[in-house]
């Protein structure tokens, strides 16, 4: 979220999830208070960035799902305007998950309807018609993939899904 100019004790009690063991100031500043009290409701960690006095720390506002991902926090003194504000920036990686596809799995047979001696017999006839034209057929997978397809176009039309 950028630069606070925020002043940190690292000796903060209760606010250790918001902080770490980080900080750099003997007394924390009125904006520190108010940095702390921003990032504690709302569940935002500070990263920081320690400059080379020790004295500033630059900090930056992240949430726990991404705090695992930053690599590095850094301020980058470049624009002369007349601030004392400095851009700070943060290198993180992303992990993307790949989405997984489920399967469908299809509605079941119901079979009681079987029991009636009618549907059994039309379905029986239906099968035995059907699978007679695949007397050609060489290999076992084709047979199989055959006979799988033929059974199911068959039941599909006499014994419907489940309700």
Request: proline share 3%; aromatic share 8%; hydrophobic share 35%.
């Amino acid at each position: 979220m950028g630069d606070f100019n925020a002043k940190i004790n690292p000796n903060q009690t209760g606010f250790e999830y918001v902080m770490g063991p980080y900080g750099s100031a003997e007394n924390i500043s009125d904006k520190g208070e108010r940095l702390i009290s921003l990032a504690h409701p709302t569940a935002f960690q500070l990263e920081t960035h320690i400059l080379s006095t020790n004295k500033y720390t630059k900090n930056m506002a992240i949430t726990k799902r991404w705090r695992s991902s930053l690599l590095d926090v850094r301020t980058h003194r470049g624009a002369d305007i007349s601030s004392d504000h400095y851009l700070v920036s943060g290198k993180c990686t992303l992990r993307l998950n790949r989405q997984t596809k489920r399967a469908t799995r299809p509605r079941p047979f119901n079979v009681e309807k079987l029991k009636d001696g009618n549907t059994a017999a039309e379905f029986q006839l239906k099968l035995t018609n059907s699978i007679e034209d695949l007397a050609d057929i060489l290999t076992f997978d084709e047979v199989w993939a055959n006979f799988k397809d033929t059974t199911i176009g068959c039941a599909e039309g006499l014994i419907n899904g489940l309700e």
